[in-house]
């Protein structure tokens, strides 16, 4: 499975983006899809993941300003970020695979916040 990934950047407190990805392979290889991420100096966390019938997870820390959704058609997944707080920056990765933890990543986008 290869995912790639794209829509990282800068952007002021407050503001938005839009990440999408798309896979490639194995379609039973996407049972879920999403997005974890990684701040510097901090661990690996779940941001937001949907299934293939669309039961969406978030993170608390997300909740009410992330929205994940999918193109089962075109394989392809989206995350719209609202409302970005500094502490949202971080090298956001795409995932898929069988559970939320991914079994498959991408190479990952940063999001950098400014205050």
């Known amino acids: 499975v290869q995912l790639q990934a794209f829509g990282g950047g800068l952007v002021q407190a407050g503001g938005s983006l839009k990440l999408s990805c798309e896979a490639s392979?194995?379609?039973?290889?996407?049972?879920?899809m999403g997005w974890h991420r990684q701040a510097p100096g901090k661990q690996r966390e779940m941001v937001a993941t949907?299934?293939?019938?669309?039961?969406?997870q978030y993170a608390d820390s997300v909740k009410g300003r992330f929205t994940i959704s999918r193109d089962n058609a075109k394989n392809t997944v989206f995350l719209q970020m609202n409302s970005l707080k500094p502490e949202d920056t971080a090298v956001y990765y795409c995932i898929s695979g069988w559970s939320s933890r991914g079994d498959y990543w991408g190479q990952g986008t940063q999001v950098t916040v400014s205050s």
């Open positions: 392979g194995s379609i039973a290889s996407m049972i879920v």
């Open positions: 949907i299934t293939r019938g669309g039961s969406t």
